[in-house]
T-cell receptor
């Protein structure tokens, strides 16, 4: 039981390049989330998927797209990376997006955009 | 949206000391969690506690929802307690949490 896994762990991009961050969970959770963490800022929600087939914007969605590929997988895509997207990205999942459901986090992807 | 403030922002302790971390929030909450981010960056759930008191070993948490704050107590601190502690809350019709900026804790041997 691996919990929430993310790939890659580290990535360096040049401005304008694109990439997709992958996330998978094996806990049969319905809801999945993407956050970014910047120094001194805590975690900010980029997008979430309350259930398979649905996605919604969070606090900072600009410059990102997401795909809920199936119940297990939720990917985050940067179409044209910018230095402001340098951050640590965390994926999380919970049984539902309702009351009483704890979030469980992956190990993070450290992204640098030059 | 809901505002979440954590204090103190930084805390340095000697091993064995006790500490209290505080989380204030601006609205009534339906979901509150405490997380520990270890020095390797991993986020670990500590408590789900929208109200009441819970204990887990040397850690305990209390949320007084009517007064809009939560406290995390760490007793007999150890070097492995070092890291950043986050409070995350949700309010209104959403259960999607908003994170505070965290308390950075360093425990010296």
């Amino acid at each position: 039981n691996a919990g929430v896994t993310q790939t890659p762990k580290f990535q360096v991009l040049k401005t304008g390049q694109s990439m997709t961050l992958q996330c998978a969970q094996d806990m049969n959770h319905n809801s999945m989330y993407w956050y970014r963490q910047d120094p001194g800022m805590g975690l900010r929600l980029i997008y979430y998927s309350a259930s398979e087939g649905t996605t919604d914007k969070g606090e900072v969605p600009n410059g990102y797209n997401v795909s809920r590929l199936n119940k297990r997988e939720f990917s985050l895509r940067l179409e044209s990376a910018a230095p402001s997207q340098t951050s640590v990205y965390f994926c999380a999942s919970s049984e539902t997006s309702g009351a009483g459901d704890e979030q469980f986090f992956g190990p993070g992807t450290r992204l640098t955009v030059l | 949206g809901i505002q979440v403030e954590q204090s103190p922002p930084d805390l340095i302790l000697q091993e064995g000391a006790n500490s209290t971390l505080r989380c204030n929030f601006s609205d009534s909450v339906n979901n509150l969690q405490w997380f520990h981010q270890n020095p390797w960056g991993q986020l670990i759930n500590l408590f789900y506690i929208p109200s009441g008191t819970k204990q887990n070993g040397r850690l305990s948490a209390t949320t007084v929802a009517t007064e809009r704050y939560s406290l995390l107590y760490i007793s007999s601190s150890q070097t492995t307690d070092s890291g950043v502690y986050f409070c995350a809350v949700a309010s209104g019709g959403s259960y999607i949490p908003t994170f505070g900026r965290g308390t950075s804790l360093i425990v010296h041997p």
